[in-house]
Nanobody
C-alpha cells in the first residue's frame, strides 16, 4: 500500500521561499507520476506540479511556472517542491500525490498524503 508523508510547510512572507518534501513508500514508483496538489479554503483541489518517476519529465500549472520546481531523489524515494517568490494566493494545504503514469500528469486521483499547510502573508 502506498504511503505518502509530507513535510516542510509553514508561514512565510510574500516573496519568500519554502521547500516541501514527500516521502513515499509501499511500492516501486518507476511507473508513477508523483506530484503536488493544493486546496485553498472554499476552493477545489488543484494541480500544482508533477514529475514522471521514470525519466524525470516535469509538469507545472501555469500559475506556478517559473516559481516552483519539482524534483525527485530516487535513492531516498522522495519528491520535493521548491517554492520561490511565494504569493498570498499560494496559501493552501498542499498534498502529495502518486498515480500510475498511464493517466495524465495532473490526474487528481490515486494515493494522497495527509497534507501540509502553507501560509503566505502579504
Amino acid at each position: 500500500q502506498v504511503q505518502l508523508v509530507e513535510s516542510g510547510g509553514g508561514l512565510v512572507q510574500a516573496g519568500g521561499s519554502l521547500r516541501l518534501s514527500c516521502a513515499a513508500s509501499g511500492r516501486t514508483f518507476s511507473r508513477y507520476y508523483m506530484g503536488w496538489f493544493r486546496q485553498a479554503p472554499g476552493k477545489e483541489r488543484e494541480f500544482v506540479a508533477a514529475i514522471r518517476w521514470s525519466g524525470g519529465s516535469t509538469y507545472y500549472a501555469d500559475s506556478v511556472k517559473g516559481r516552483f520546481t519539482i524534483s525527485r531523489d530516487n535513492a531516498k524515494n522522495t519528491v520535493d517542491l521548491q517554492m520561490n517568490s511565494l504569493k498570498p494566493e499560494d496559501t493552501a494545504v498542499y498534498y502529495c500525490n502518486a498515480h500510475r503514469d498511464g493517466w495524465a500528469p495532473d490526474a487528481g486521483f490515486g494515493s494522497w498524503g495527509q497534507g501540509t499547510q502553507v501560509t503566505v502573508s502579504s
